[in-house]
């Protein structure tokens, strides 16, 4: 089955520092999620992605982030300048459109641990 | 606007043993719900969804009716297995969007 697949698994970095988190969604899909997890809290959503735009931000995605689909098969999230709150799981999640009750498919997530 | 409220758990079950999750929301009109589940060290997986009023979800034995008179979207299971030990969350759109809106997440932990 084809899978939403998301790098790095883990990332430790330090307050202030850039951080890119990857993805590489299912093929023939064309909107494409960013979601995270604080621990011990909600899966929130972050943003969606269409048409090599954002479709919709939550008010968690501030200028510090930004998402990129930089070729035809990568969706990166990237942090600006890490803060300690942005630990958490960061989902990637994609699907082929938008029929209500269409599944997303979601990847992995990649922790990261900001110190 | 829509909502979701699952059980805290975690929820401690020894193998073969009936399992029910509460899920309950707040919603414009009857959207779509969806019960996703995480499993150690992998990501959300679609369990199982219900597309209107009535439906009935159903994937590896687990079973999920959407009722709008009580506006639930229980999960249950006959009889656990230890490998079913993973977190379940309930889900729903977002009215007019596509973004879903998550429960808290309820772990389960079967035991042998």
């Known amino acids: 089955e084809p899978e939403v697949t998301q790098t790095p698994s883990h990332q430790v970095t330090q307050m202030g520092q850039e951080v890119i988190l990857r993805c590489v969604p299912i093929s023939n899909h064309l909107y494409f999620y960013w979601y995270r997890q604080i621990l011990g809290q909600k899966v929130e959503f972050l943003v969606s992605?269409?048409?090599?735009?954002?479709?919709?931000k939550s008010e968690i995605f501030d200028d510090q982030f930004s998402v990129e689909r930089p070729d035809g098969s990568n969706f990166t999230l990237k942090i600006r300048s890490t803060k300690l709150e942005d630990s958490a799981m960061y989902f990637c999640?994609?699907?082929?459109?938008?029929?209500?009750?269409?599944?997303?498919?979601f990847g992995e997530g990649s922790w990261l641990t900001v110190v | 606007g829509n909502s979701v409220t699952q059980m805290e758990g975690p929820v401690t079950l020894s193998e073969e043993a009936f399992l029910t999750i509460n899920c309950t929301y707040t919603a414009t009109g009857y959207p779509s719900l969806f019960w996703y589940v995480q499993y150690p060290g992998e990501g959300l997986q679609l369990l199982l969804k219900?597309?209107?009023?009535?439906d009935k979800g159903s994937n590896k034995g687990f079973e999920a009716t959407y009722r709008k008179e009580t506006t639930s979207f229980h999960l249950e299971k006959g009889s656990v297995q230890v490998s079913d030990s993973a977190v379940y969350f309930c889900a729903l759109p977002f009215p007019n969007t596509d973004k879903l809106i998550f429960g808290t997440g309820t772990r389960l932990q079967v035991f042998p």
């Open positions: 992605f269409y048409n090599n735009e954002i479709s919709e």
């Open positions: 999640a994609s699907r082929d459109d938008r029929v209500s009750g269409n599944t997303i498919y």
């Open positions: 219900a597309t209107k009023a009535d």
